[in-house]
């Protein structure tokens, strides 16, 4: 049995609490977001909040900040009433909010977006750049940060824009410090540096709530944690004693099975989709792989690796610089993206909001688009019915939580949002579908649902390509995995070899080196 | 016999404002399933605001303002303007403008007189020759739009100096007179003219309003009924989006704005119709007065979410202001510091709604 951390939450005053909330009540129209939730942040420590998409955890960052106002309930501070109407004020507070999206001008340097709005001035109007940068260069050096102050943001990685957001939150003085699922789009090792600047940050007087869906990180930066559902407070315990399985059956409130491994691994089928010395001008260099009937086929990196640019490249969202794509033999070289689904190749973004779903047309005209010439229109002119037919089909097939197909895109859940994607390349009747990060900002409810899926139709003859960050997630769907690094492959793995270990050592070693240490690891894996 | 908007012979049926009619007639056809709530709300409110200045200016002038001439007159005054809304509108659907449209349509009236009057082409063949042209011009924007990859501002106000420019050149800078008969293309009163013997028929109606009217309900089922107005939606909803669902977004993109150049075409033979001659100039400023009545209509410049009714009742409040404080005697100069509150007001209330509605 897990240990409560801290049965009876102390009051206002206990000296080892910084960060308190009591009673917290939220509603909107229709919907009660929180309902009584608590929250005790100690000093000194990392606590882990989690809880499913819609559980409550984004209106609580909200209410903290002031970008909400609560109905009921009290915030303290180290046992100080806690009130703030707007995010300058709890920044001033000193509590820092690092979203999942950045607010940074792309733009400004390094040194510009840490001290916007209060950069030195002379005559208060003149810029000073070499002093703004001196005292970026003195931050970023305290905080012992890989940046250069004067370059541009956008020419920055992912991580390291994620690291201006922290110093930009730190400068400000921070003894709060809430990071929004602050790893969603790092890789393995951005992760690991993230994780040291966090024990960095960490000191008697500081505190750190760390909002995540990844489990098995919690386990590795986060001293307590916190799980809510359904805007209601659940339990806390501590990370040392709790299994994952715990947390994640109070935050789902059902058990949930995570070590499934992948299904109808098989080598005797027909090759469906070949690419050979696929390149394209910035990055891939000679991609080469087969993709058999009904296989699952994972593609694992780091971030810049090129997996999501295999993927466009393949169906000439983006222009390749030679290669040949071959479907069941036949040369396709699809040169855009409607060619490609024509010859049956359907393309998953990883960012379903930006590349993937029309948000404000309804769930119906974003399954139907794909299709909408070829099946549900005549001489031009668009059949509703059989479109509402097939999209109600859908719905009840990939079980897609909405009142009606008619709904708008932007009202669903991560998951169901992903699952109206899915259902749109299903209803093309698509061979080949390319998932880029299928579980992205997905609950873990949904992405339990989501492998289903994907077994599903693997099963049923489909053959899959399957980007993903989350090396749990390829191992366990994928049945052979693709590993890249630098626009390259540098090993295709069979399922029953592969183990976290090995992908990680041929990602981050692309020069072949590592292969022996992959190997040995995969022995080692063996032997456990 | 012709229209004259100066007659003021009053019809038997003086009854029901014929704005409204035409509206309601017109929503029957709006028949778009998915965001319908939300845009019914939005011609509510418009709708609405069309009534009350309605009831305003009847109130104001109940002789003259809601007589059944003065009705007719506010209809046949909003033909040119509707007409290149009704294009407009699907091109800002896409998440585009048409800067061009006005300078367009003169254009288009100069080809039409150069087809007819220079070269003697029959007005049957002439007519839908100057109305293609006015596609060309539009499927010239969407390549520059959808292929060189310009800003749709840029692009269209290029045409817009291009086309304003040629229609001087090709007119050699003279107004071009049409043969008789052309005229009847919009002064004439078809259904007047005993049309279907032994049903009463509104007498001295402008086949202008009639052409619109077509025009409309042409729009309206390219938007809610086709894969054209399907694809405008989406690739207004999301451009990438819809390229990455197989949906060749570069070639829908020149036919919608050539579509909305057909109706920069007709809109053209219009107001050549109306004058009875070809003007060279005098295009300037319909193009915005065009995005106006969209915008009043409760389509968003960003795209994803419009409506051809919406257009319409736009069209409608900008005729009825302009035809209601003339008739009260507002000075013009006042007229379009009114029309400027109007839009601010219903852009406003607009976005008033959708906050409230994504507040959740």
């Known amino acids: 049995m897990p240990v409560p951390a801290n049965d009876s939450l102390t009051g206002p005053y206990d000296a080892d609490l910084l960060l308190q909330a009591e009673g917290v009540t939220k509603s909107f129209p229709g919907v009660k977001a929180l309902s009584g939730m608590r929250l005790d942040l100690r000093k000194g420590e990392v606590l882990a909040l989690v809880g499913e998409n819609g559980a409550g955890k984004s209106t609580l960052m909200k209410l903290l900040t002031g970008i909400y106002q609560m109905e009921e309930g009290q915030f303290w501070l180290e046992g100080q009433p806690l009130s703030v109407k707007n995010p300058k004020e709890a920044q001033e507070r000193g509590l820092a909010i690092i ?27 003149f810029t000073k750049p070499k002093e703004l940068e001196a005292q970026a260069r003195e931050l970023i050096d305290r905080l012992g940060l890989p940046l250069d102050p004067s370059a541009k943001v956008h020419s920055l990685t992912v991580a390291k824009q994620q690291m201006v957001e922290i110093a930009k939150a730190l400068s400000y003085n921070a003894r709060v410090l809430i990071m929004d699922e602050p790893t969603a789009a790092l890789n393995d090792a951005e992760v690991d540096t993230l994780h040291d600047l966090i024990r960095r940050f960490i000191t008697p007087q500081t505190g750190v709530v760390y909002i995540s869906h990844r489990m098995p990180e919690l386990k590795r930066i986060a001293d307590r944690v916190t799980v809510i559902r359904d805007g209601e407070y659940i339990d806390t315990l501590n990370m040392a004693e709790a299994t994952l399985d715990q947390v994640i059956s109070r935050m789902v409130g059902r058990a949930i099975d995570t070590s499934a491994r992948p299904e109808n691994v098989r080598t005797d089928r027909p090759v469906l989709l070949t690419v050979e010395n696929l390149s394209t001008k910035e990055l891939l260099q000679d991609v080469s792989f087969d993709l058999y009937e009904g296989e699952i086929l994972g593609f694992a990196g780091l971030m810049g690796a090129g997996r999501t640019e295999v993927a466009r490249a393949i169906v000439g969202a983006d222009p390749r610089t030679s290669g040949t794509i071959r479907l069941r033999g036949k040369i396709v070289n699809p040169h855009n993206a ?191 | 016999m012709t229209y004259d908007p100066t007659q003021t012979t009053t019809a038997p049926k003086s009854d029901g404002p014929a704005a409204s009619v035409a509206a309601e007639a017109l929503a029957a056809t709006a028949t778009s399933r998915g965001q319908a709530i939300r845009q019914r709300l939005q011609q509510l409110l418009a709708f609405g605001g069309l009534a009350i200045l309605f009831i305003v200016f009847a109130i104001a002038s109940p002789q003259i303002f809601p007589s059944y001439s003065n009705v007719t007159n506010i209809l046949f005054s909003a033909v040119v303007v509707g007409i290149l809304a009704l294009g407009a509108t699907l091109v800002i659907i896409t998440g585009g403008i048409d800067l061009s449209v006005g300078t367009g349509m003169i254009f288009c009236g100069v080809m039409s007189a150069t087809f007819i009057t220079n070269w003697h082409i029959p007005i049957a063949l002439g007519v839908p020759m100057a109305i293609l042209f006015g596609g060309l011009l539009g499927a010239v924007n969407g390549f520059n739009v959808a292929v060189n990859k310009l800003p749709p501002f840029i692009a269209t106000l290029a045409m817009m100096l291009i086309a304003g420019g040629l229609a001087l050149v090709v007119s050699k800078e003279a107004p071009i007179y049409f043969p008789t008969g052309y005229q009847q293309i919009s002064t004439g009163t078809l259904i007047g003219d005993n049309l279907l013997p032994g049903v009463p028929l509104p007498r001295n109606f402008p086949n202008a309003v009639i052409v619109f009217a077509v025009a409309a309900i042409i729009a309206t089922v390219l938007l809610n009924r086709t894969l054209l107005g399907r694809y405008d939606l989406a690739i207004g909803s999301n451009e990438e989006a819809t390229a990455l669902s197989g949906v060749n977004v570069k070639k829908w993109l020149i036919v919608i704005y050539a579509v909305a150049g057909l ?71 006042w007229r379009d510091v009114i029309l400027g509150i109007v839009i601010l007001l219903a852009v406003y209330a607009d976005q008033l709604r959708a906050r409230r509605g994504s507040a959740t």
Do not use: C
């Open chain 1, 99 to 125: 979203h999942q999206e950045f607010n940074l001008m792309p733009d400004l340097t390094v040194a510009q977006n840490i001290f916007i709005g209060r950069e030195p001035l002379t005559g208060g109007f």
């Open chain 1, 338 to 528: 409607a060619e490609a689904a024509k010859q049956g190749i359907g393309y998953l973004s990883e960012d379903r909001k930006k590349y993937g779903l029309m948000l404000g047309q309804a769930v119906a005209s974003n399954i139907a688009i794909s299709s909408l010439a070829d099946q549900f229109s005549r001489f031009g002119f668009v059949n509703d019915r059989a479109i509402a037919k097939v999209a109600g089909e859908q719905r009840v097939a990939l079980r897609i939580k909405t009142p009606s197909v008619a709904q708008l895109a932007k009202n669903l859940s991560g998951g169901n949002q992903q699952k109206v994607v899915i259902a749109r390349w299903l209803v093309k009747n698509s061979d080949v579908l390319i998932f880029d990060e299928p579980t992205r900002g997905i609950d873990i409810g949904a992405k339990d649902e989501i492998y289903h899926l994907l077994n599903r139709l693997a099963s049923e003859g489909k053959s899959i390509i399957m980007i993903s960050s989350e090396l749990p997630e390829v191992l366990r769907l994928s049945h052979r995995i693709v590993v890249m690094a630098e626009g390259r492959i540098t090993a295709v793995l069979a399922a029953a070899d592969a183990s976290q270990e090995s992908i990680i050592a041929l990602a981050t070693h692309p020069d072949g080196g590592p292969l022996a240490a992959a190997g040995a690891d995969h022995h080692e894996e063996d032997a456990r």
């Open chain 2, 263 to 333: 109706f920069t075409g007709l809109a053209g033979v219009m107001i050549s119709a109306r004058l009875g001659d070809a003007q060279p100039t005098g295009g300037q400023g319909y193009e915005l007065q065009a995005i106006a009545a969209v915008v009043i209509g409760g389509t968003s410049l960003s795209g994803g979410k419009g409506s051809i009714v919406g257009t319409l009742i736009g069209a409608l409040i900008i005729a009825v202001l302009n035809n209601g404080l003339q008739i009260i005697s507002v000075p013009q100069e």
